[in-house]
């Protein structure tokens, strides 16, 4: 069984920065597109940053200069490093990713359990 696990969420000041990691776990033979969604209260979930395999990157308009994603494909984890955060970057971030677990398998979604980010001004 695939097993996402996300660390690093807390509460920082605005202005400040936070690194989140995603590890990875179980049977998988391709890991493709992995990402970071994150979704406040009252609001749907939305896409932060993703990064393909190949290393391709895109991020949503309201992170772009101040969040960095990066993935480390040896040990199949996810990052995300958050600079400058404001109190609207409050919300529980979800690592999510796109895998096949076995050779000749379709890919499927997974998700973490999120991991909370409160930034206060």
């Known amino acids: 069984q695939v097993q996402l696990v996300e660390s690093g969420g807390g509460l920082v000041q605005a202005g400040g920065s936070l690194r989140l990691s995603c590890a990875t776990s179980?049977?998988?033979?391709?890991?493709?597109?992995m990402g970071w969604y994150r979704q406040a209260p009252g609001k749907q979930r939305e896409l932060v940053a993703a990064?393909?395999?190949?290393?391709?990157?895109n991020y949503a308009d309201s992170v772009k200069g101040r969040f960095t994603v990066s993935r480390d494909n040896a040990k199949r984890a996810l990052y995300l490093q958050m600079n400058s955060l404001k109190p609207e970057d409050t919300a529980i971030y979800y690592c999510n990713a796109d895998i096949v677990q076995w050779y000749g398998n379709a890919a499927r979604q997974y998700w973490g359990q999120g991991t909370q980010v409160t930034v206060s001004s």
């Open positions: 990064v393909s395999s190949g290393g391709s990157t």
């Open positions: 179980g049977s998988i033979f391709r890991i493709n597109t």
